[in-house]
């Protein structure tokens, strides 16, 4: 039998080498993969507990504009596309009057990884992947909730206090924001914006604040004021001194307002 010259040996040892390297690599490859998913699914399950939480909640009770709406859109995209963080948990709900209550949860969910493995998936991939998952759900949720859901009356105080008892919203989550859309005229049994002389609000009612405080230690608010025609300058100027004051005595430890179009 003809013994092997050198080069063949050396060929014979590159052709394993190269074999040996592709099924690493293959192996290498399904072993990221099974590791991204351990991750996404870790990142995307909205019961496991969180260290940020947003909750977005829509004051219905009175329509929006076309306008309104689509600025609400673009404050939303503008969340998405540079505050929110990977594993942060978004909770968009609206108040209006509903068949099942005067609340309803539109959507829940954890803002996916959005970074790319360029071993195991193209950047084209992963933002299919983000989109298909949460991007896309979150917009068709948040044109449902922008529909009008007309009420008698708007309990936002006590919608309030609800939501900052929500799970994935609580105080044991160690950062919280609260964007709330509305137009900040309460309107509940036993107590009505709608009834009280704006400019006096705060000398009037201590004791109303005092009560009705929720849990917001802590929490970072932001309110997309809706003007109404018929409140001038000084009354919008009462009704934000008012829910600022609401807002601080339940322990938000930031409150920011902006007005809507």
Same mark, same amino acid.
């Given at each position: ?60 009770? +009175? ?23 990977r594993g942060e948990l978004v909770t ?5 009057? *509903? ?15 959005? /970074? ?14 983000? +989109?298909?998952?949460? $991007? ?45 859309? /509305? +137009? ?9 914006? *709608? ?41 919008? $100027? ?24």
């Amino acid at each position: 039998m003809k013994r092997l010259g050198t080069q063949d040996r050396v060929g014979i040892a590159l052709l394993a080498f190269v074999f040996l390297a592709l099924v690493g690599m293959l192996a290498l490859q399904e072993s990221l993969r099974d590791r991204n998913r351990r991750i996404e699914r870790a990142d995307v399950d909205p019961t496991l507990p969180s260290t940020r939480s947003t909750l977005l909640l829509l004051d219905v009770t +009175d329509p929006l504009s076309a306008v309104q709406a689509e600025a609400v859109r673009r404050r939303l995209g503008e969340m998405e596309a540079f505050e929110f963080q990977r594993g942060e948990l978004v909770t968009l709900c609206s108040i209006g009057q *509903y068949p099942d209550g005067d609340a309803r949860s539109w959507f829940r969910a954890r803002v996916p990884d959005r /970074s790319v493995n360029a071993l195991v998936e193209t950047a084209s991939r992963r933002a299919a992947r983000v +989109d298909s998952i949460f $991007s896309r759900p979150l917009r068709e949720a948040l044109d449902q909730a922008l529909q009008p859901s007309t009420a008698e009356r708007t309990g936002l105080c006590a919608a309030i206090k609800e939501a900052a008892d929500l799970e994935g919203f609580g105080p044991t989550v160690p950062s919280r924001r609260l964007v709330l859309v /509305s +137009d900040l005229l309460e309107n509940a049994p036993g107590f009505s914006l *709608y009834r009280v002389p704006l400019d006096s609000t705060l000398q009037a009612l201590p004791g109303w604040l005092r009560r009705h405080a929720a849990n917001l230690q802590g929490v970072e608010v932001e309110v997309l004021e809706v003007p109404r025609p018929n409140l001038d300058a000084s009354e919008r $100027s009462a009704l934000r001194a008012f829910w600022k004051a609401f807002f601080e005595r339940s322990g938000a430890r930031a409150v920011r307002f902006r007005r809507l179009p």
